[in-house]
Structure formats: structure tokens, C-alpha cells
């Protein structure tokens, strides 16, 4: 069945970290019908090696090109950087990952040439920022931090906790005396301590979110294939997940922003 441009967009990511892309993506595209994969199951993938994320990343791929998408989303930043070719030759629609949108802006923002990463242990270890940051521009020097604790400060709600600004001073600091004036948030539940880490940062350093990189993307996509969606009634937004954790939505909604409505359980 041809996707069309009615045909929803789907995104997926290894839990429930890539509704801030889903954010980003309505805020961008408020009439495009989503559908929403999250492994959480299987969640983190950060820590599991590269063939056991490649398969992960096929079988969530197949679940959505079930629901005859016309674009996916590939949310999870361990899959962009290291199983986005698998997605690539699963699917038979244009695919998009959080990496090079974000490097890309962040290579369009710096001037001083130094730029910083932050994200999961797994995907700084995987180079795969600076490795694109690099191609665009040889002449960026790139620094990379990881913050492995903000991901559960994040689910716990403890957006603005003491604990957590002293916990960012602490990851941080190594950056702020490397003169950086761009930072990428590579883990798509940072964007929620903007505000924060940008206190860290004396708000004298640009906050790259790659969601909302990868969004404007997904519509320059969608516009050079003539696949945005004309209708201008309320959008269609299925949320699937492997799992239902303790308190999912609740964090759900903290992510999105507005209230989840139905969340169906699948198996893979």
C-alpha cells in the first residue's frame, strides 16, 4: 500500500524519551498524524552492543512500516549513530535520525569552532557527533561529556531538584572551561533541563535540541516530496509501546506536553 500524505509519520525510539521529538514534530507539523513506537520493554540501549541494538532497531522499524507510515523518525539516538543503515534498508520511505540534524545546526551555530556533546555513555562513546561534526567541518574541535544520571532525573520529575543542578555543575564543568559556545543535547530527554544547563552555562552558550532540528527537517522532507498533510482537522496520534512501566504516563505527558490519550501495548 502507497504511503500518501495523509499517511502518518512514525517515529520510534528505545523508550519514552522521543516524545520531545513527537513534541517538536506537532509544534512544527500540528495536522500530520503520528504513530509512536517505544521499546520499553528492552529500554536502554545505550548499554547493549551494536548487533543486539541493530536488531532491536529492525524489529521497531517493521512494526511501524505495519502501519504504512510515509516517513520514519528514528528518535533514539544510540539507534541514529549506530543502526540507522538497518532502518535505511528496511524501509521503503525516507528515514530521518536525531544525529545529523543536530550536528548540522550546531556546525551552523558555533564561531568559535568548539563545540560540545552530551548524551548517554553509549552514544558518546559511539563518536557518532563528532565523527558528522568532523565531515561537515574539519576545523571543529569537539568535546563530548556524558551524563548518564540525567536520564532518570529527567522520568523522576526532577526537573529543577537541587540535586539536580548540583549534578550538572558537576558534568558540565570539564565543558565550560573547554571555551565552547555550542552544545548539543544528544539524548532526547535533555531538552527538559534546558533551562538549566543553560544556568550552568551562564546562558552564554547556544543549546542545540535535535528534535527540533530533526523536525524542521521532516518538513523540508515532507515539502520536497509533496507529502505534507492538506487537511487541517486534528491530527491522528497512536502512541504503541512493549511495555507499560510504573508511572509511564505520567512522564509521557511531562515529555509531550499534553495529555497521551490511549497507549496500546504490542509484542514484537
Known amino acids: ?21 513527537v513534541r517538536a514534530l506537532t509544534r512544527r507539523l500540528p495536522h500530520e498524524n503520528i504513530v509512536y513506537f517505544g521499546d520499553t520493554a528492552r529500554v536502554p540501549y545505550g548499554p547493549k552492543s551494536s548487533q543486539t541494538v541493530r536488531e532491536y532497531a529492525a524489529q521497531d522499524a517493521d512494526f511501524l512500516l505495519s502501519k504504512n507510515i510515509k516517513l520514519v523518525v528514528v528518535a533514539c539516538n544510540t539507534v541514529s549513530a549506530v543502526a540507522l543503515d538497518v532502518v535505511q534498508k528496511h524501509a521503503q520511505v525516507p528515514v530521518i ?15 568559535k569552532r568548539r563545540v560540545g556533546v552530551i548524551g548517554t555513555t553509549g552514544t558518546i562513546l559511539s563518536n557518532a557527533h563528532a565523527n558528522i561534526l568532523r565531515l561537515i567541518d574539519p576545523t571543529i574541535t569537539v568535546f563530548a561529556t556524558p551524563c548518564p544520571l540525567f536520564v532518570p532525573l529527567v522520568e523522576e520529575g526532577w526537573i529543577e531538584h537541587k540535586a539536580t543542578q548540583l549534578i550538572a555543575r558537576e558534568y558540565l564543568f570539564p565543558l565550560t572551561l573547554e571555551k565552547i559556545d555550542t552544545l548539543i543535547l544528544g539524548c532526547t530527554h535533555y531538552p527538559l533541563l534546558m533551562p538549566l544547563i543553560g544556568d550552568v552555562f551562564h546562558n552564554n552558550v547556544t543549546l542545540i535540541d535535535p528534535g527540533e532540528e530533526t ?13 505534507r498533510n492538506p487537511s487541517t482537522a486534528r491530527p491522528n496520534l497512536q502512541f504503541f509501546v ?7 504516563t505520567e512522564i509521557g505527558e511531562r515529555f509531550l506536553g499534553h495529555k497521551l490519550g490511549r497507549i496500546q501495548k504490542v509484542s514484537l
Do not use: R
Not at 504511503?3 to 524519551?17: E, H, K, L, N, Q
Not at 536525531?98 to 548540522?104: E, L, M, Y
Not at 523536525?215 to 507529502?227: F, G, P, R, S
Open 215 to 227: 523536525a524542521n527537517e521532516v518538513e523540508a522532507t515532507l515539502d520536497a516530496l509533496k507529502l
Open 1 to 21: 500500500m502507497k504511503a500518501t500524505p495523509s499517511s502518518p509519520i512514525g517515529v520510534f525510539d528505545s523508550g519514552i524519551g522521543g516524545l520531545t521529538v
Open 97 to 111: 535520525g536525531v544525529i545529523q540534524p543536530g550536528a548540522a545546526a550546531a556546525a551552523a551555530s558555533t564561531v
Open 242 to 248: 512493549s511495555d507499560i512501566p510504573h508511572k509511564f
